[in-house]
């Protein structure tokens, strides 16, 4: 490990926002509190509505007092409620422990922060989940598992993990992880990508494209500090990269509308690509609040009633 | 330099420590971590250049704020220019300040108007007085006066200088400087000094005896010779126009013309390149309203190049009635009376006569009637005599033998009442403290030769004032006054053969007292900036001058008796006087002295004391502190400016490229 990543490891700073498990409550009761039902309707408990009869339709539902009364043939319809399966996939590489003066820590620490948010509510509604790493130490890959006793492992795992590792160049690395991920994800799960999209190595979009295929859900949220959003700087700047050894020296002023323009296409890029795939690609400021952010994800996979 | 000046004025070495601390950060950009630097173009001789500027406002003020706190740390021994009182042992100080407000000052000098610069230099000085410190401010325009007595209030002393406006008069510098000396003389401060803030135009003047305030002469550019020519006087003569012009030097006159404002026919007549007083006449032209002349080209003072003319009754018109049989002197000639007149006032309109008018309308255009050893006064004459005097006339009747022959019919009224009797023995000489008010010529009255006198007696003098008396106590000199004008009745006549009253300085001191009793009741057309004019009483007096409303006081007379009313006009132009009703238009010129006196040199005495007082420290500590608070404020409200500029620029650019954010 390399000093600056050292240096960096002791900006992550749990004390200020542990316990995890205490404030991924905390979000997960701020967005909402209780199951999700399946758009899927047939046989089930819970009466869901009727409409009209159509050829084909099983004889065992029409509705025979609709039929009575009103001689209109009726079909009585019912509401499953399923298990989807969650899957976090979280980027726990060196550039995701930066943290810049404007944002109240880390983008890993926010991304934790929004992984186990998820994984409360995902328990709650009586879901599975399970969590994948690519990057980092001390990770720990967690099979499907549900119940409370999931969550504990969750922020467990979440809390042991240090961001490390350089990406720029481990394409297979990243691969392996795409690759757990695909096994553990059956058709209807929801997977969701934790991860700051930047010093990934060729081949990343494509590789991570493929989880939104075989009728998984593929969300990736990208996580930002504040100061790559904006570029706040000033002055003459000599910027050296995380990952890789890329070093650059410039004038901030002069280099903003270019960076920023640079950021929004590679965004561009990421989205087109998602898309292709079923997929879809969210932003994240790290110094943005997390009910707003599980939302934002939620609304994306499409899991709220 | 003391080592306390060097080590604060050391402290003005930091200012290279912002300038080093820029170059520095100018050199080397910071450098930061940032995971995205892939996606941040290079631009470094860009990034150089414009550290480079920005930072350029706050080095500066950074640098300005650190020079400022060393002045500021050695201010106690920093020198100004500007003007301060050098105190010997730190001791308070009474000065009199004699600022010069006559004409000459008005004068446009090498640092502004001069009179501007003299008040400036006041201010200066009074700023730097402290508690304990006596002034005295005293005004050197004719006739000197004391603008404020000597005190300590401060306050008192920026109020009366804050007053103080320009004017026309003439300059009494050395009557000033003796009014200052003696505004100071009695206090009890060590160190007292006359500061003259004028252009020294005037008399010389020295350095007083042992024991007087020395001279201060602190602006010596004030006394800086100008060039300059004025009008200061111009009369109609028929259909001429005297113009009269005075000019500094020959450099002054050359190539300038004085010409009749609006008289498009006449042509300018062109002054004589010489110094001095010169007098011009041109063609006056009926046409025009209120004319004025005025001189062309430029000069130091261009207030004093236009002057209205004045009308034609501006000479002091003066009858005479003396016999020139019984009058004259023995060399031959006009009699005594006349002589005497022209000599003292050489352009009164002499109109001698050998009988007194009997229509008032024959005293027109005349403001004084001079009657030598009167044989009685007809009541025609009389009549028209009174109208005369009451209409601001003044007579003057010299009582002779023939006051014991008057006709049936005719008497000395209004002169004296009853018979008057000559009484022709050896007369004692004149009572010469009862003279005294003439001035140094009342002490020629000693051992006079006089062959004999009226004898007025007090019962015959209808309420005259006496004025003068013998060494026996009869009356010599008696004044009346009746309607706006007055009677003087004198118990000696004009010839020589009763006596040599009128061969001695005191006769010719006694007619111009006439004269100018003349000129005040009459109130000549034409006179100079600063000089009183004098009305009635009871009459009811409004001025408008060139400047609005002249203000009218009352004041005792000089010589005793009741009071009067008196204006004072400090400005050149054109006046309206309404006296009961009648206007009258009056000319106020300027003295041509303040033209042709050229300023003296300062007095030697005066410039050292100069040297010491510049060489005066002034504490600047007030103004260098808000310079250095407006310094702070400075840098303070710029750097909270970019901070609120750079964040606004940084919100708009996030919600610009990431609005799902």
């Given at each position: 490990?390399?000093?600056?990543?050292?240096?960096?490891r002791?900006?992550?700073?749990w004390?200020?926002?542990?316990?995890?498990?205490?404030?991924?409550?905390t979000?997960?009761?701020?967005?909402?509190?209780?199951?999700?039902?399946?758009?899927?309707?047939?046989?089930?408990?819970e009466?869901?509505?009727?409409?009209?009869?159509?050829?084909?339709?099983?004889?065992?539902?029409?509705?025979?007092?609709?039929?009575?009364?009103?001689?209109?043939?009726?079909?009585?319809?019912?509401?499953t409620?399923?298990?989807?399966?969650l899957?976090?996939?979280?980027?726990a590489?060196?550039?995701?422990?930066?943290?810049?003066?404007?944002?109240?820590?880390?983008?890993?620490?926010?991304?934790?922060?929004?992984?186990?948010?998820?994984?409360?509510?995902?328990?709650?509604?009586g879901?599975?989940?399970?969590?994948?790493?690519?990057?980092?130490?001390?990770?720990?890959?967690l099979?499907?598992?549900?119940?409370?006793?999931?969550?504990?492992?969750?922020?467990?795992?979440?809390?042991t993990?240090?961001?490390?590792?350089?990406?720029?160049?481990?394409?297979?690395?990243?691969?392996?992880?795409?690759?757990?991920?695909?096994?553990?994800?059956?058709?209807?799960?929801t997977?969701?990508?934790?991860?700051?999209?930047?010093?990934?190595?060729?081949?990343?979009?494509?590789?991570?494209?493929?989880?939104?295929?075989?009728?998984?859900?593929?969300?990736?949220?990208?996580?930002?500090?504040p100061?790559?959003?904006?570029?706040?700087f000033?002055g003459p700047?000599?910027l050296?990269?995380?990952?890789?050894?890329?070093?650059?020296?410039?004038?901030?002023?002069?280099a903003?509308?270019?960076?920023?323009?640079?950021?929004?296409?590679?965004?561009?890029?990421?989205?087109?690509?998602?898309?292709?795939?079923?997929?879809?690609?969210?932003?994240?400021?790290?110094?943005?609040?997390?009910v707003?952010?599980?939302?934002?994800?939620?609304?994306?996979?499409g899991?709220?009633? | 330099?003391?080592?306390?000046?060097?080590?604060a004025?050391?402290?003005?070495?930091?200012?290279?420590i912002?300038?080093?601390?820029?170059?520095?950060?100018?050199g080397?950009?910071?450098?930061?971590?940032?995971?995205?630097?892939?996606l941040?173009?290079?631009?470094?001789?860009?990034?150089?250049?414009?550290?480079?500027?920005?930072?350029?406002l706050?080095?500066?003020?950074?640098?300005l704020?650190?020079?400022?706190?060393?002045?500021i740390?050695?201010?106690?021994f920093?020198?100004?220019s500007?003007?301060?009182l050098?105190?010997?042992?730190?001791?308070?100080?009474?000065?009199?300040?004699?600022?010069?407000?006559?004409h000459?000052?008005?004068?446009?000098?090498?640092?502004g108007?001069?009179?501007?610069?003299?008040?400036r230099?006041?201010?200066?000085?009074?700023a730097s007085?402290?508690?304990?410190?006596?002034?005295?401010?005293?005004?050197?325009?004719?006739?000197?006066?004391?603008?404020l007595?000597?005190?300590t209030?401060?306050?008192?002393?920026?109020?009366a200088?804050?007053?103080?406006?320009?004017?026309?008069?003439?300059?009494?510098?050395?009557?000033?400087?003796?009014l200052?000396?003696?505004?100071?003389?009695?206090?009890?401060?060590?160190?007292?000094r006359?500061?003259?803030?004028?252009?020294?135009?005037?008399?010389a003047?020295?350095?007083?005896?042992?024991?007087?305030?020395?001279?201060?002469?602190?602006?010596?550019?004030?006394?800086?010779?100008?060039?300059?020519c004025?009008?200061?006087?111009?009369?109609?003569?028929?259909?001429?126009?005297?113009?009269h012009?005075?000019?500094?030097s020959?450099?002054?006159a050359a190539?300038?013309?004085?010409?009749?404002?609006g008289?498009?026919?006449?042509?300018?007549?062109?002054?004589?390149?010489?110094?001095?007083?010169?007098?011009?006449?041109?063609?006056?032209?009926?046409?025009?309203?209120?004319p004025?002349?005025?001189?062309?080209?430029?000069?130091?003072?261009?207030?004093?190049?236009?002057?209205p003319?004045?009308?034609?009754?501006?000479?002091?018109?003066?009858?005479?009635?003396?016999?020139?049989?019984?009058?004259?002197?023995?060399?031959?000639?006009p009699p005594?009376?006349?002589?005497?007149?022209?000599?003292?006032?050489?352009?009164?309109?002499?109109?001698?006569?050998?009988l007194?008018?009997?229509?008032?309308?024959?005293?027109?255009?005349?403001?004084?009637?001079?009657?030598?050893?009167?044989?009685?006064?007809?009541?025609?004459?009389?009549?028209?005599?009174?109208?005369?005097v009451?209409?601001?006339?003044?007579?003057?009747?010299?009582?002779?033998?023939?006051?014991?022959?008057?006709?049936l019919g005719?008497?000395?009224?209004?002169?004296?009442?009853?018979?008057?009797?000559?009484?022709?023995?050896?007369?004692g000489?004149?009572?010469?403290?009862?003279?005294?008010?003439?001035?140094?010529?009342?002490?020629?009255?000693?051992d006079l030769?006089l062959?004999?006198?009226?004898?007025?007696?007090?019962?015959?003098?209808?309420?005259?004032?006496?004025?003068?008396?013998?060494?026996?106590?009869?009356?010599?000199?008696?004044?009346?006054?009746l309607?706006?004008?007055a009677?003087?009745?004198?118990a000696?006549?004009?010839?020589?053969e009763?006596?040599?009253?009128?061969?001695?300085?005191?006769?010719?001191?006694?007619?111009?007292?006439f004269?100018?009793?003349?000129?005040?009741?009459?109130?000549?057309?034409?006179?100079?900036?600063?000089?009183?004019?004098?009305?009635?009483?009871?009459a009811?007096?409004?001025?408008?001058?060139?400047?609005?409303?002249?203000?009218?006081?009352?004041?005792?007379?000089?010589?005793?008796?009741?009071?009067?009313?008196?204006?004072?006009?400090?400005?050149?132009?054109?006046?309206?006087?309404?006296?009961d009703?009648?206007?009258?238009?009056?000319v106020?010129t300027?003295?041509p002295?303040?033209?042709?006196?050229l300023?003296?040199?300062?007095?030697?005495?005066?410039?050292?004391?100069?040297?010491?007082?510049?060489?005066?420290?002034?504490?600047?500590?007030?103004?260098?502190?808000?310079?250095?608070?407006?310094?702070?404020?400075?840098e303070?409200?710029?750097?909270v400016?970019?901070?609120?500029t750079?964040?606004?620029?940084l919100?708009?650019?996030?919600?610009?490229?990431?609005?799902?954010?």
């Amino acid at each position: 490990m390399t000093e600056p990543a050292r240096a960096l490891r002791k900006a992550l700073d749990w004390g200020k926002l542990a316990p995890l498990r205490l404030r991924a409550k905390t979000v997960a009761d701020g967005v909402y509190a209780g199951g999700h039902r399946s758009r899927r309707r047939g046989a089930g408990i819970e009466f869901g509505g009727q409409r009209s009869y159509v050829p084909g339709d099983d004889l065992r539902f029409i509705d025979r007092h609709a039929l009575l009364r009103h001689g209109t043939l009726l079909v009585r319809q019912f509401e499953t409620e399923t298990d989807r399966t969650l899957c976090l996939l979280v980027d726990a590489s060196l550039s995701m422990s930066y943290r810049s003066e404007q944002a109240p820590g880390p983008k890993y620490a926010y991304a934790a922060l929004i992984a186990a948010a998820l994984c409360k509510i995902a328990v709650g509604a009586g879901d599975r989940v399970s969590l994948d790493w690519f990057g980092g130490e001390r990770t720990v890959e967690l099979a499907t598992a549900g119940g409370r006793e999931a969550f504990e492992r969750v922020v467990g795992a979440l809390e042991t993990a240090q961001p490390s590792a350089d990406l720029k160049s481990d394409l297979p690395a990243l691969e392996r992880a795409v690759a757990r991920v695909e096994r553990r994800a059956g058709r209807g799960s929801t997977v969701v990508v934790l991860s700051d999209l930047l010093d990934l190595p060729e081949g990343a979009e494509a590789a991570i494209g493929t989880l939104g295929v075989r009728g998984k859900t593929l969300t990736v949220a990208r996580v930002l500090d504040p100061s790559e959003v904006t570029f706040p700087f000033t002055g003459p700047l000599h910027l050296r990269a995380l990952e890789g050894d890329t070093r650059v020296e410039t004038d901030a002023a002069a280099a903003r509308p270019q960076y920023l323009a640079a950021l929004e296409a590679e965004a561009s890029r990421w989205s087109a690509r998602l898309l292709s795939r079923g997929g879809s690609l969210i932003l994240l400021d790290s110094a943005d609040d997390p009910v707003k952010a599980v939302r934002k994800i939620l609304d994306s996979v499409g899991g709220l009633a | 330099m003391s080592f306390l000046v060097a080590a604060a004025l050391g402290v003005g070495l930091f200012v290279a420590i912002p300038i080093a601390a820029h170059l520095l950060r100018r050199g080397r950009a910071r450098e930061r971590d940032f995971p995205p630097t892939a996606l941040v173009p290079a631009a470094r001789s860009v990034a150089r250049e414009r550290a480079t500027l920005e930072d350029r406002l706050l080095l500066a003020i950074r640098a300005l704020l650190i020079a400022c706190l060393a002045v500021i740390g050695a201010t106690p021994f920093v020198q100004c220019s500007r003007l301060s009182l050098n105190r010997s042992a730190g001791a308070s100080v009474a000065f009199a300040l004699v600022v010069d407000d006559s004409h000459s000052m008005r004068a446009l000098g090498t640092d502004g108007v001069r009179f501007e610069r003299a008040l400036r230099a006041a201010r200066e000085l009074l700023a730097s007085a402290r508690e304990g410190d006596a002034i005295a401010i005293v005004l050197a325009g004719k006739p000197a006066r004391l603008a404020l007595a000597a005190t300590t209030d401060l306050n008192a002393a920026r109020r009366a200088l804050s007053d103080l406006g320009e004017s026309d008069r003439s300059t009494d510098l050395e009557a000033a400087v003796s009014l200052a000396r003696t505004s100071i003389a009695s206090l009890p401060h060590h160190d007292k000094r006359v500061v003259l803030l004028s252009d020294l135009a005037a008399g010389a003047l020295s350095d007083g005896a042992e024991g007087q305030a020395p001279l201060w002469a602190p602006v010596p550019e004030l006394a800086t010779p100008l060039e300059n020519c004025a009008i200061f006087g111009a009369e109609r003569r028929g259909r001429r126009i005297a113009a009269h012009v005075a000019c500094t030097s020959p450099a002054a006159a050359a190539g300038r013309a004085v010409s009749l404002v609006g008289d498009k026919s006449g042509k300018p007549v062109p002054l004589a390149s010489r110094g001095g007083i010169q007098e011009l006449g041109l063609d006056f032209e009926p046409k025009l309203e209120r004319p004025e002349l005025e001189l062309n080209g430029g000069d130091a003072l261009k207030g004093d190049d236009r002057c209205p003319l004045a009308a034609e009754s501006a000479a002091l018109g003066v009858m005479v009635a003396a016999d020139v049989s019984n009058a004259s002197a023995k060399t031959g000639g006009p009699p005594v009376l006349e002589q005497a007149v022209a000599a003292l006032e050489s352009s009164a309109a002499l109109h001698p006569i050998a009988l007194l008018p009997d229509d008032a309308n024959e005293y027109r255009n005349n403001a004084l009637l001079l009657l030598d050893d009167p044989g009685g006064i007809t009541p025609e004459a009389r009549s028209a005599l009174v109208s005369f005097v009451e209409r601001g006339g003044v007579a003057v009747a010299f009582l002779g033998p023939r006051v014991e022959q008057t006709p049936l019919g005719a008497t000395l009224e209004p002169f004296v009442h009853g018979a008057v009797h000559w009484e022709a023995k050896a007369i004692g000489e004149l009572n010469q403290a009862s003279l005294a008010w003439l001035g140094p010529e009342a002490s020629s009255v000693r051992d006079l030769k006089l062959a004999g006198r009226a004898g007025l007696s007090t019962s015959d003098l209808f309420g005259a004032r006496v004025l003068a008396t013998f060494a026996d106590g009869q009356p010599f000199l008696t004044e009346r006054e009746l309607g706006r004008g007055a009677l003087f009745t004198v118990a000696l006549p004009t010839s020589v053969e009763h006596g040599n009253f009128p061969l001695r300085p005191a006769f010719l001191a006694l007619l111009d007292h006439f004269l100018d009793e003349a000129r005040d009741h009459r109130g000549a057309t034409q006179s100079v900036a600063g000089g009183e004019w004098t009305f009635p009483l009871g009459a009811s007096i409004a001025i408008d001058g060139p400047r609005g409303p002249l203000a009218v006081h009352e004041r005792a007379r000089a010589a005793g008796g009741s009071a009067l009313k008196a204006a004072t006009p400090t400005l050149t132009g054109r006046y309206t006087v309404r006296i009961d009703d009648k206007a009258e238009e009056r000319v106020v010129t300027v003295d041509p002295g303040e033209i042709t006196t050229l300023p003296q040199k300062v007095p030697e005495s005066a410039a050292q004391k100069r040297a010491s007082a510049h060489a005066g420290s002034v504490d600047a500590s007030p103004e260098l502190g808000f310079v250095a608070l407006a310094l702070l404020a400075l840098e303070l409200g710029l750097r909270v400016f970019r901070r609120v500029t750079r964040e606004r620029a940084l919100s708009d650019t996030k919600t610009a490229h990431h609005p799902a954010l």
